[in-house]
């Protein structure tokens, strides 16, 4: 499959040039908006997280009451945090831990990094280097 779409970008390129390639990657693949959000499905919050602040060097999550309401109605609603030592890691609401946990590896994974570099300005100009975003050195436990 990754083949594919090199060789579908290459096409484009030698027929086109970069500016075709530039555009066909903005109409077909940019504007296309999966909700990664969604595609992270983590089954073992609590040990994925612990495994997360291990390898890290982090003190051990620990979650934490922050607020509440209507303890004694139908709907209570808890809002949680998962702290890393004084560092808030995630914080959500819900009847449970479970959505400051995920929000927390969803915090960890999902963030944007404020420096963005295309590795297409090598092709421009012969004396400018690529930097690649830093995500994370690990990998995700699924």
Request: hydrophobic letters at 40%; charged letters at 20%; a positive charge.
């Given at each position: 499959?990754?083949?594919?779409?090199?060789?579908?970008?290459?096409?484009?390129?030698?027929?086109?040039g970069?500016?075709?390639?530039?555009?066909?990657?903005?109409?077909?693949?940019?504007?296309?908006?999966?909700?990664?959000?969604?595609?992270?499905?983590?089954?073992?919050?609590?040990?994925?997280?612990?495994?997360?602040?291990?390898?890290?060097?982090?003190?051990?999550?620990?979650?934490?009451?922050?607020?509440?309401?209507?303890?004694?109605?139908?709907?209570?609603?808890?809002?949680?945090?998962?702290?890393?030592?004084a560092?808030?890691?995630?914080?959500?609401?819900?009847?449970?831990?479970?959505?400051?946990a995920?929000?927390?590896?969803?915090?960890?994974?999902?963030?944007?990094?404020?420096e963005?570099?295309?590795?297409?300005?090598?092709?421009?100009?012969?004396?400018?280097?690529?930097?690649?975003?830093?995500?994370?050195?690990?990998?995700?436990?699924?």
């Open positions: 499959m990754a083949n594919l779409v090199r060789s579908v970008f290459v096409g484009v390129y030698l027929h086109g970069l500016p075709a390639a530039k555009q066909f990657f903005r109409q077909h693949i940019v504007s296309r908006k999966p909700d990664v959000d969604k595609l992270f499905n983590f089954e073992q919050l609590t040990r994925e997280l612990s495994h997360l602040c291990a390898r890290e060097g982090f003190e051990p999550p620990v979650a934490s009451l922050m607020a509440e309401t209507g303890r004694h109605s139908r709907h209570p609603v808890f809002v949680v945090g998962v702290y890393s030592g560092e808030l890691m995630g914080e959500g609401h819900g009847a449970s831990l479970t959505r400051a995920v929000n927390a590896l969803k915090g960890w994974y999902l963030y944007s990094p404020l963005k570099d295309l590795p297409s300005k090598t092709v421009v100009s012969k004396d400018s280097k690529f930097k690649p975003a830093y995500i994370d050195p690990g990998e995700v436990i699924v």
